[in-house]
Every structure is written in structure tokens, then in C-alpha cells.
T-cell receptor, first 116, second 118 residues
Framework: AQSVTQLDSHVSVSEGTPVLLRCNYS??????LFWYVQHPNKGLQLLLK??????LVKGINGFEAEFKKSETSFHLTKPSAHMSDAAEYFC??????????????FGKGTKLSVKP | KAGVTQTPRYLIKTRGQQVTLSCSPI?????VSWYQQTPGQGLQFLFE???????NKGNFPGRFSGRQFSNSRSEMNVSTLELGDSALYLC?????????????????FGPGTRLTVL
């Protein structure tokens, strides 16, 4: 079965310092992995996606993530946090098997706080 | 290209009533998925429709149902509302094809409908 574990429910950083949001996945098949962001009272916005083309994936707003198959990890990073990055972040896996498009499986989310 | 739209954005209902939520996908997208988001359970998959047929279903009671129209617009219905149905309901659209190349099931989300059951 597929699953996603976000290792921190809450991360707090100071503005201008690096951000690291950790995600581990479990999948029997080659997965597609995504990071979504949700600002308060908003829908989900796609930050970046892993599609097996490259292990280091660059997304919007300076975020990037590295796929490490040996560690089954897909951690999200940003070199320098901005106040506008304060939001909830979801690591998501989608696995296609047997011809089925598959569902998205969401992690529990990590709330990122950014202190001035 | 316009994004995914959901109507209404906010709803207040009382226990026992029923409610219908609407979702218009991105033009050209044929798959629509519905999710329920609550503080306690997080984001949970309800069901997915593709070409007017339910293709996948999550683990929700039969009170939750949906349908998709020929123009790919989708509605979901919740009957006999319970307090626990209070949630943000998110709709997402995707191309929905069965191509062999990733990304699999890249979905684009609407802003959601906030349902409050009193």
C-alpha cells in the first residue's frame, strides 16, 4: 500500500533562514510525488512535482525538492524563508497501477511559521 | 486558462438537510476528484469521476454521492447531514488520461466550499 509521512506537524523558522520540510513515502511502484501549499482559507496550490525525469525538482517561489529512492524521501527545501511562505504544506503521492489513474494520497501536512 | 471553480464558497446547513456542491474543471480536463478536509482527519479522498463515470471511490458512507455531466462539470451531494460533515470540500481536476508517462494524476484544486452543519 502507498502512504506518505510528513515527519513534522509544525516547523518554525526565522525570515531569511533555510526551510526544510521532511517527507517520506512508501510505494510498491514508481510514484509521482507532489508538494502542495495551502494558505489559510484557500485551496491547494501545486508547488512542484517529481516525474522521474530528474531527482532534483525546482518549483515555484524558490522551493525545490530532492527525490531519494534509497531513503524513500522527498524533502522540500528553500534557501531563505519569506513571511509569505507561512502556510500549510502537503506532501502527496500518486501511484498508477493496473491501468488505474490512482488517487492522491496526502500526508497530514506541515504548518510552516515564519518569524520576522 | 481559467482555473477550477467551486460554488458556493460557503454554506450553512442544519442536521438532516441535504446539500449539493458544484465544481467546474479546467477546460479540457475530463477528470474531477472530490476531497474532504477536516482538522482531525486531514485531506481524504471522496471519489473521482471521469467521462461521467465514477472511476474511484474513497471510504465514505453512501450519503456522499456525486455525478459528472457531459461538459465535465461535477456535483457532489451529501444527504442527511451530520455535524461531522462540517468541512472544507475541495474539488480537483486533471486531464485524466491513462498515458504511460508520469506525472500520474497531476491535479489542480479549486478554492473549496466551506460547509458548516449546525
Amino acid at each position: 500500500a502507498q502512504s506518505v509521512t510528513q515527519l513534522d506537524s509544525h516547523v518554525s523558522v526565522s525570515e531569511g533562514t533555510p526551510v526544510l520540510l521532511r517527507c517520506n513515502y512508501s510505494s510498491s511502484y514508481s510514484p509521482s510525488l507532489f508538494w502542495y501549499v495551502q494558505h489559510p482559507n484557500k485551496g491547494l496550490q501545486l508547488l512542484l512535482k517529481y516525474t522521474s525525469a530528474a531527482t532534483l525538482v525546482k518549483g515555484i517561489n524558490g522551493f525545490e525538492a530532492e527525490f531519494k529512492k534509497s531513503e524513500t524521501s522527498f524533502h522540500l527545501t528553500k534557501p531563505s524563508a519569506h513571511m509569505s511562505d507561512a502556510a500549510e504544506y502537503f506532501c502527496v503521492v500518486s501511484v498508477r497501477s493496473g491501468g488505474s489513474q490512482g488517487n492522491l494520497i496526502f500526508g497530514k501536512g506541515t504548518k510552516l511559521s515564519v518569524k520576522p | 486558462k481559467a482555473g477550477v471553480t467551486q460554488t458556493p464558497r460557503y454554506l450553512i446547513k442544519t442536521r438532516g438537510q441535504q446539500v449539493t456542491l458544484s465544481c467546474s474543471p479546467i477546460s479540457g480536463h475530463r477528470s474531477v476528484s472530490w476531497y474532504q478536509q477536516t482538522p482531525g482527519q486531514g485531506l481524504q479522498f471522496l471519489f473521482e469521476y471521469f467521462s461521467e463515470t465514477q472511476r474511484n471511490k474513497g471510504n465514505f458512507p453512501g450519503r456522499f454521492s456525486g455525478r459528472q455531466f457531459s461538459n465535465s462539470r461535477s456535483e457532489m451531494n451529501v444527504s442527511t447531514l451530520e455535524l461531522g460533515d462540517s468541512a472544507l470540500y475541495l474539488c480537483a481536476s486533471s486531464l485524466g488520461g491513462q498515458g504511460d508517462l508520469p506525472p500520474f494524476n497531476e491535479q489542480f484544486f479549486g478554492p473549496g466550499t466551506r460547509l458548516t452543519v449546525l
